[in-house]
């Protein structure tokens, strides 16, 4: 076994169903045979261990029990041969748009490219397909952790009081308008109430009413701390159009004049809490990347093992050495009962199971890697958002590959790059309500920049996307992310809002016969592979 692929230990102990430390990998491939090394490690692990430790390694070596190649058979029969061209994936790069085309189709990709960069050296397999050339062996990842902000697990104390709803609202309120209080000359309700008309004022406030007048101008009742008040929109200012995008329960600015009686405000101009114009992203100091994806669905019959493994073979491939990290945004199983005759569906019926089988294909992903994972509505986990991250008993089943878990949403921060991930549930809804051109499963992105013009990632309450009442508002988006991720619609869309870079990863399961009844046609194994140091985006095809 070559001393420069270390990632050839770790093929070996996915093969075998087991997983290691990254030292413990480190360990091995500077053994003076890692081959035999790994062999001796593996005989005397326990049998009920999924996992290879650096102090097991350490023990082994140290004992000098190392069999003799000569008189010993069971050394592993460890492949060093390369990944082939003729495997890799078909690739599409393009760099974020407000309108990003799709990736080709398989035989009709382009090698990677860069904003900054002429195309990387690429070459042409038998079959017409562009694939990457050149690159050393993948064995060097040692990607430091992630640090997790946000994150509820552990933290929940709601019972579902309505004391308890009242405060998470005020908590938003209070949040966002400290965001909006820059922008307007604020004052409370019962301030307005008592004050002379026709004087100039402003509001922020939680959208508690909209509806149009007679006449057709919009009547929007905001509701702060001290009160609810009306302000009217009259239909032929530019800032009518704004009326379509709000959803109830967010929180927004306006001001205006006060009526002559002063029983409304006359609204001139309308302030979201919305992401500066004036953001810059943070950037990794190195060339490092981050694989992005969601719904792997485990369980379901839709599911596509073959193009799983597809990604997982590329991922331990020279052309990946620069991925070390992987960040899954919900719905790793297929779940139970979570629509209409979901049963019918099932290629796995016991959600434990679901989670085992899960694990195992978790094991075909390179060891090396840090892997960050916040689970969704299909997930055995409440309902209700913030979700907490997997119980106790299902992390034991998801342990063999020391998995970072999460709860939804999370910001998780790589190599100082901010990723906010969030199923996304509440993007149902966003795209129900908004205007097509602002928000529809077709461009998942767009309803994204909703939620982050809105800095919240489900303002809307007492509609599908079920709250969780708690101490804090964990779903206010109070410091702008560098890259906000989601899934749950299935659809892949990718693009940049105020330099926020939005990506909403598709799945891994074919159309199951429930998404053909609501006509939703998936995007399926698709793999968005993002530069940390240039946020520039290459999406990879493993259909």
Known sequence: MPLETPQRIVAELASRGYNA????????AGASDPGRALAAALDSLPDDALK????????????GVVPDPETDATSPDVRTDSPTDATSPDVRTDSPTDAPPKPAASGDGDPPVSDATPAQSSTTAGNGTAVETGGSAVGTRSPPPADILGDITGE??????????VKVFRDRYERLSSVLRGRVNHRPTSSLESSPGGEDAAIIGMVNDVRSTASGHWLVELEDTQGVFPCLVMKDKPIAELVDQL?????????????????????????????????RPNTADRHVQAALISDVHVGSQEFMGEAWSRFADWLHSPGAESVEYLLIAGDMVEGVGVYPNQDEELSIVDIYEQYEA???HLKEVPGDMEIVMIPGNHDAVRLAEPQPGFTEELRDIMSAHDARISGNPSTVTVEGVDVLMYHGVSLDEVIAELPEDKASYDEPHKAMYQLLKKRHVAPQYGGHTRLAPEERDYLVIEDVPDVFH????HKLGWGKYHNVLAINSGCWQEQTDFQKSVNISPDHAYAPILDLDTLNLTVRDFN
């Open 156 to 165: 929940s104390t709601g019972t579902g009081e309505y004391d308890e709803f």
């Open 486 to 489: 989601t899934g749950h619609v």
């Open 247 to 279: 959803l109830m329960d967010e929180v927004i600015a306006v001001d205006g004049t006060l009526s002559g009686d002063g029983g409304i405000l006359f609204v001139d101009s309308l302030h979201f809490p919305d992401v500066p114009r004036t953001h």
């Open 21 to 28: 430390d990254r030292e413990a990998v480190t360990l091995l």
């Open 358 to 360: 899960f694990s195992e």
């Open 52 to 63: 290879l430790s650096a102090a097991h390694v350490r023990t082994t070596l140290d004992r």
